[in-house]
């Protein structure tokens, strides 16, 4: 596994470059989802893997997010929400004739006090549920099979 840090609405990747494409919790704060949905779908085989991972609204990091809000500019004009991703309608409406998609809701409680190692426990988990066909979405993770 390789990991890189790249703009996921303007991937520097050759078509369908990938078995896999997996993000915990990160593409999801792309502004323009529609150029998300894209670069994801084109660098992703035929028969390959999206595995995401995305806070619900409804959440405590929702709950975060909306007193945070208070405090902040407002978002750019379009841009979308990340807790949109986490919202099956909305995942069918931007993937759903690319990928067959499937949906697991998981309720994750982080007791480490040690920030990097719950950051370790949050990206072996999405990478482990990703390639092993383990299909994960109140931290909403899912994982979608490409047609």
Do not use: N
């Amino acid at each position: 596994m390789r990991l890189e840090v790249a703009d996921c609405q303007a991937l520097h990747y050759a078509d369908a470059s990938f078995d896999v494409v997996s993000s915990s919790v990160g593409v999801i704060f792309a502004p323009d989802h529609a150029r998300l949905a894209a670069e994801l779908t084109r660098v992703c085989k035929p028969g390959g893997r999206v595995g995401l991972t995305a806070w619900r609204r409804d959440s405590g990091v929702g709950d975060i997010f909306a007193e945070m809000a208070k405090f902040m500019p407002p978002p750019p004009e379009g841009a979308g929400s990340p807790f949109q991703w986490a919202e099956e309608a909305y995942v069918e409406k931007m993937l759903g004739d690319v990928f067959e998609l499937s949906f697991e809701e998981l309720d994750t409680r982080h007791d480490h006090h040690d920030p990097a190692e719950m950051w370790e426990l949050s990206a072996r988990a999405t990478a482990r549920r990703t390639c092993s066909g383990t299909r994960s979405t109140r931290r909403a993770g899912a994982s979608w099979t490409r047609r």
